[in-house]
């Protein structure tokens, strides 16, 4: 079972439409971080001591987590927002924090952002090496996808690419 966590604030653009392309090929489950009650994580360590996993908020995350938790890849689709993902991404991604070790164990990641930016730029480098090293310290297998959404020609390249990514599965 494979969740995906799409952090466009745009419905139906272009995180958005790659992101179902990606969904109709792999069969995941599509959350919407734009659609979800999440608040920002408190930092306040609650999740992994007293509250065992459990965090001090009541929202929407408890239901996220279970997912999360359950399936065995999870999938981040996000426009970059100044060279890093949106806040509406950042806000579900910080809150998987109470995931521990054994959670995280066997699970791989699979990242998709796009931008008004070549695919080769070096945003896209950045951020694989962001999410590359967050890969390495839950270790877990991560890919990576970084692709120019500047316009419906670009846009169309980037599909593909997705496309591909999603039946090498
Ligand atoms: C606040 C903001 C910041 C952005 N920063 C970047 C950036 O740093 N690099 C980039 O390539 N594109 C940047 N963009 C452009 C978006 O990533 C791009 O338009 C993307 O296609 C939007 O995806 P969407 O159609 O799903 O909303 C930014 C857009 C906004 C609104």
Redesign the pocket.
Known sequence: MEIVIAG???KG????RLAQAYAEITGAEIIYARNVKVGPCHGCGWCRTKGNGICVQKDDMPEILEKAKKADKIAIFS?????QMTAQTKLVVDRLYPMGEEDWKGKTLTVVM????KDD?N?FRLLNGQFQEMADFINIGLRFLGVD?TDDEAFAKALEKVRVLAAEE
């Open positions: 466009s604030p745009r653009m272009y995180s958005d426009p970059v927002y100044w060279w796009n931008g008004a930016a730029d945003e959404t």
